[in-house]
């Protein structure tokens, strides 16, 4: 073993401060004896090269294994959340475009209707005995056609809103089941 001073220079140092000659050695002995002892017990704690690249090569393949785990879960997990998320899109266009479709037709009622009541309006406007006669009549005609059509249209809105919130419901539950599966595979990842 190397030692790190000089142990004659030591031992003359120790005899110029008054030690003899066999002290002197005595006590560089026993500093030899302790830093060697020392020196064994770092010596155990230690790992040389050789282990240290079979320990990282030991590493290195584990990783490799959970890497190759990783694209098996992968292609097989991602490919049936892709084809669930593929099908609840296409079921949310199909609810939006009957949606859509039901607005258009109730739009159409509502303005069918609408013209029907104003040209008999128009006509019972014309007359004059219908005018006289049945004015309180058409009052209460144009109140409930405008009842009528307010609660259709708020009918309507309440129904897109509800159609609304679904959507958003479904695509929420979405977007949360492909990020707990991220988080899921980050964690077994790292």
């Not at 030692?3 to 030899?32: M, P, R």
């Not at 010596?43 to 890497?67: F, N, P, R, W």
Request: net charge neutral; charged share 30%; with cysteine.
């Amino acid at each position: 073993r190397r030692l790190f001073f000089d142990t004659h220079a030591l031992v003359c140092l120790l005899e110029e401060n008054g030690f003899t000659t066999q002290q002197s050695e005595v006590v560089v002995s026993a500093l030899v004896k302790i830093m060697d002892n020392n020196l064994d017990m770092i010596y155990k704690d230690m790992v040389t090269k050789v282990q240290q690249e079979i320990a990282l090569q030991q590493v290195m393949s584990h990783i490799g294994g959970v890497k190759k785990d990783m694209i098996i879960l992968e292609k097989s997990e991602f490919s049936a959340l892709r084809s669930e998320n593929e099908k609840i899109k296409l079921e949310l266009q199909q609810i939006k475009k009957q949606v859509m479709d039901e607005i258009t037709k109730v739009r159409a009622d509502n303005k069918l209707n609408l013209n029907l009541e104003k040209s008999r309006v128009k006509e019972l406007v014309s007359s004059d005995y219908f005018l006289l006669k049945h004015h309180a009549q058409q009052d209460r005609a144009l109140t409930q056609t405008d009842r009528k059509i307010d609660t259709e249209v708020a009918d309507l809105k309440t129904m897109l809103e509800s159609h609304k919130l679904d959507n958003i419901k479904y695509l929420a539950g979405s977007v949360f089941t492909c990020l707990t599966v991220a988080l899921g595979f980050y964690r077994l990842w790292i």
